[in-house]
């Protein structure tokens, strides 16, 4: 615009200088905020729904009434166990479980500041409270699980078993072979976790397939998962309160003693077999495995393989002169299996895992991985910081309330499930469970 005339000049656009960026003469960086002349309380840097309050709230329901009595009046006055529990069950969902590192955090860290109330323990309390607490860990597991059965949010019709090596504190150099121990740790073991050798114990968690908690869970050094099935439901019964209706797992638990325990324990067993059973196979009257013309199943031979020994059974008296040998498809067959084996037991649950009842149940089984994941990748639970089998299973137990009392405060993602559920199909109900089930001849027979 000419001012003085009042004529519009047109301006060609190559003339205009760009609109760029504004530059300044020189970099400024951001000074320092004023601190508060009343700073705000540590309960109001914590939002809702963060994990510390679950925590507080959940440790505030629990009856901590025999734990109390455990102290003493003689003394200085002790921090209350509440505040400490829950301080050290969020520990474990944040990677903080060392005694000295709950002790720094409690004195820097306003999430532990809230749970302890303000109050700035040692690390020896901490060491101290570890050991006090650990006799009653089961039972506040147990009071967990309770108030969320009753809710609905765990069901007791189907569980899915797992294993995983944990190393140990002791370093496995350490390790002798001769004593098969650890010096500075004798309960842990050797063990082959997916081809790397560890020294360590062998954890075992039951989860409930439709809602994804623990609902028992144990440590033991065995360094396989063949004999850990039975030994597993009775800490099920133990925090939970009550058996499943049947067990899922893998075919590391396949063992005529893993399913014969369970069955005289009333739980069908769900196991993915190996084992190279035929379908023309049955049970007769004895309960007996027999061939399609009714001659037993029994051992013929033995041999070795991947360091350990296998049986072969054949039909009693062979295949020569059966009238069915000209159309049997087990003419000239053999069945392989580990020493002590009971081919009629693994012949029992191989007909629960392909029957219709069951349908699915090989694919449901993976989510029991979801907990280890979380355990070893989230919560950086890489190896347990105590040491002997009894305060091992303590630090475990503790993980695993913490990991429930998360899994419980998490709305249920129902559209995640309706997807899931189209693949591995629904997770039955007890009464469906109950009423669709192969009948156990075993059971039977013995009532």
Known sequence: MDEEHGVLLMIPAE?????????????????????????????????????ARTMKVAVEEMDLGQLK?????????????????????????????????????????????????????????????????????SDLLGQILGKAKVKGKVKTNEVIIDGSKVPCSASSWNYSKESEQAPSDPDARMMNSHGRYLVGYNVQIA????????VGADVNCDANDWHAGDGLMRCVKEQLGELPCSVIADSGYETSRTIEALGEMGVDTVIASTANLRQEL???????????????????????????PYFRFRPQGGCRG??????????????????????????????????????????????VERPF???????????????????????FLLWVISYDLR?????????????????????????????????????????
């Open 15 to 51: 003339e205009i200088a760009p609109r760029g960026r504004r530059e300044r003469a020189g970099v400024k960086f951001r000074e320092p905020m004023e601190f508060e002349l009343f700073p705000r309380h540590v309960e109001e840097c914590i939002p809702e729904g963060h994990v």
């Open 69 to 137: 009595r455990t102290y003493s009046h003689k003394g200085g006055y002790p921090y209350d166990p509440r505040l400490l529990l829950a301080t050290v069950l969020f520990g474990m969902t944040d990677g903080v479980r060392e005694a000295t590192e709950l002790q720094e955090h409690c004195l820097y860290d306003a999430r532990y500041r809230f749970l302890m109330g303000g109050h700035t323990p040692d690390d020896r309390t901490f060491g101290r409270f570890l050991d006090r607490v650990e006799p009653f860990l």
């Open 207 to 214: 989860i409930d397939s439709s809602s994804g908690v623990i």
């Open 282 to 308: 049955r049970l007769n009257a004895d309960l007996e495995l027999v061939c399609p013309a009714g001659k037993p199943i029994v051992e013929t031979a033995s041999g070795s393989g991947a360091g350990q």
């Open 322 to 367: 059966c009238p069915l040998a000209a159309e049997c498809p087990l003419k000239g067959k053999s069945i392989w299996l580990t020493q002590g084996d009971d081919p009629a037991a693994k012949y029992l649950n191989k007909v629960r895992v392909e029957s219709e009842a069951y349908q699915g149940a090989m694919l449901r089984r993976r989510a």
């Open 373 to 395: 994941a979380s355990l070893k990748r989230h919560d950086k639970f890489g190896r347990f910081l105590r040491r002997g089998l009894n305060k091992v299973r303590a630090e």
């Open 407 to 447: 899994k419980l405060q998490r709305a249920p993602e129902r559209i995640l499930g309706l997807i899931l559920s189209s693949f591995w199909g629904e997770n039955p109900t007890r009464s469906e469970l109950l009423a669709r089930r192969p009948a156990n001849p075993r059971l039977l027979a013995v009532a």
